[in-house]
């Protein structure tokens, strides 16, 4: 039986993800907001004698009432466009790697050291070992180095896929005849998983992925033995 903390989500590991986060957090703060007043308004007008019937107009709440909603766009707006501008921006990229999709697996390629390129299949429920998760494992891995900006190339061979971990923030639609890019940038070592968040076929839910970050030496050990 699986414990409680296997069925939760993967905490945040990039600055991406960590500014979705408070701003989820933020948005919701000011929805609860106009949640309670909103009751708070209902429950008074049906609960209060002091109503006035013959009231046809109030230019001062009408004023009220189109500016305070304009406000709190406004504070739902700008933090949302300063992530956006965040999650574009690519700061000088120490590696860059390519992700190919194909229905239904994908392939890396690893060119700024040696050409490294190998396909990554979903593990088979016979083969998995212990602590290893059903439909989320795969028999090769993407590894990279934590701390260290990086710069992902998705493209696809066939249909629209899509490139997604949720705990990196990061979601690259790989569209045949073209190239996105997305950027990595992982606080701590250890294993993240993320799967084809594109409806592409038959076998859609059966192309998972998994990034397993580690510490620059480990790394470089593992381009020289690869």
């Keep these: ?15 991406v993800m960590e500014q979705l986060i408070m701003f989820h957090d933020h948005t919701m703060m000011i929805i609860v907001m106009i949640t ?26 009408e004023l009220i009432w189109t500016i305070m909603p304009a406000i709190l766009l406004i504070f739902i707006a700008l933090p949302s466009l300063k992530i956006l501008y965040m999650i574009e921006e690519t ?26 390129e190998f396909d990554s299949y979903m593990k088979p429920t016979s083969d998995l070992e212990n602590n290893e998760f059903r439909l989320l494992e795969t028999d090769n891995r993407v590894v990279l180095p934590f701390n260290t900006q990086t710069r992902i190339l998705m ?14 923030g990061l979601k690259v639609d790989a ?14 070592p250890g294993l993240f998983y993320g799967q084809c968040s594109e409806i592409c076929g038959a076998n859609h839910s059966f192309m998972p992925i998994v990034l397993e970050s580690i510490n620059m030496k480990s790394f470089l050990n593992w381009l020289k033995n690869y």
Excluded at 1 to 15: E, G, I, K, V
Aim: glycine share 4%.
């Design 91 to 116: 700061n000088k990229p120490l590696i860059s790697i390519k992700a190919i999709g194909h229905q239904w697996f994908w392939s890396y390629e690893y060119s700024d050291f040696k050409k490294i």
């Design 155 to 168: 493209t696809s061979s066939d249909v629209i896929h899509s490139w997604t971990i949720p705990c990196l």
């Design 175 to 188: 569209s045949p005849g073209r190239i996105n890019q997305g950027n990595i940038l992982m606080k701590r």
């Design 1 to 15: 039986m699986a414990s409680w903390s296997n069925l939760n989500t993967q905490d945040a590991n990039s600055p």
């Design 36 to 61: 309670i007043t909103v009751l708070y308004m209902m429950i008074s007008l049906m609960t209060s004698k002091f109503i006035n019937r013959m009231l046809l107009e109030g230019q001062l709440i």
